[in-house]
């Protein structure tokens, strides 16, 4: 019941957002980056499946 006194101001939210953001380094890298269906599938190969 910890919680119950927990008291979230605007100034803590808005910390919150703007920490949780990325950088706009990190996003650039993040939108040069191909999607994962944009991608061509890797064959994967496991012992003992042979055929």
Excluded at 18 to 43: F, G, I, Y
């Amino acid at each position: 019941m910890a919680l119950q006194s927990l008291q979230i101001t605007a100034t803590i939210a808005m910390r919150a957002r703007d920490v949780s953001r990325p950088a706009k380094e990190q996003q650039e890298a993040a939108d040069r980056r191909p999607l994962r269906d944009e991608m061509p599938k890797r064959e994967t190969k496991r012992k003992g499946q042979n055929g």
